[in-house]
T-cell receptor
Framework: QQQVKQSPQSLIVQKGGISIINCAYE??????FPWYQQFPGKGPALLIA?????SEKKEGRFTISFNKSAKQFSLHIMDSQPGDSATYFC???????????FGAGTTVTVRA | KAGVTQTPRYLIKTRGQQVTLSCSPI?????VSWYQQTPGQGLQFLFE???????NKGNFPGRFSGRQFSNSRSEMNVSTLELGDSALYLC??????????????FGPGTRLTVL
């Protein structure tokens, strides 16, 4: 049973456009929500993360929006570039889980 | 700081054999986690070690085992390999002693193919 549900499975965006990926969770004990970026043949790389005490976090062109009451969080990629073409995973963990629960992943393709 | 290193990067084994994968965490990190990544099941948690103690274990059969050494390096072992064990095995390193310090950094993975 997947604890974190991620959508869409894939998306195509034009260069300069905005990519939006959504995740939802049920476990209210989760208190850490990272996003990972993975290129083919590579391990996932930590992109940005948020904790429930803030509703938004921005790092460069990447923004996480967090809605604690709805138990949802999303990744926005602004001004998408061809180099952003990758698979993105949301994840969640609780303080004493000692593990990450991952979403199924979203393959983003940025067309030049 | 050097990142997480995993060896070997690629392995080909046959059914019934066993395999040992190795992971060296980022210097100073004492938590090492292992994940299995497949196209069908995605990223699934195997186990996590901290200071040589297993603190959490995922829902995998007993053929999957691991250990951590006093220098924080970790190994995982899969015995009696099955075709379905073909996957990318990822190691993640974290300073995660307790509570909030749970950022995890992944290595490049070991690609295991079982024939």
């Amino acid at each position: 049973q997947q604890q974190v549900k991620q959508s869409p499975q894939s998306l195509i965006v034009q260069k300069g456009g905005i990519s939006i990926i959504n995740c939802a969770y049920e476990n209210t004990a989760f208190d850490y929500f990272p996003w990972y970026q993975q290129f083919p043949g590579k391990g996932p790389a930590l992109l940005i993360a948020i904790r429930p005490d803030v509703s938004e976090k921005k790092e460069g062109r990447f923004t996480i929006s967090f809605n604690k009451s709805a138990k949802q969080f999303s990744l926005h990629i602004m001004d998408s570039q061809p180099g952003d073409s990758a698979t993105y995973f949301c994840a969640a963990s609780g303080a004493n889980d000692y593990k990450l629960s991952f979403g199924a992943g979203t393959t983003v393709t940025v067309r030049a | 700081k050097a990142g997480v290193t995993q060896t070997p990067r690629y392995l080909i084994k046959t059914r019934g054999q066993q395999v040992t994968l190795s992971c060296s965490p980022i210097s100073g990190h004492r938590s090492v986690s292992w994940y299995q990544q497949t196209p069908g099941q995605g990223l699934q948690f195997l186990f996590e070690y901290f200071s040589e103690t297993q603190r959490n274990k995922g829902n995998f059969p007993g053929r999957f085992s691991g250990r951590q050494f006093s220098n924080s390096r970790s190994e995982m072992n899969v015995s009696t390999l099955e075709l379905g064990d073909s996957a990318l095995y990822l190691c993640a390193s974290s300073p995660w002693s307790s509570g909030a310090n749970n950022e995890q950094f992944f290595g490049p993975g070991t690609r295991l193919t079982v024939l």
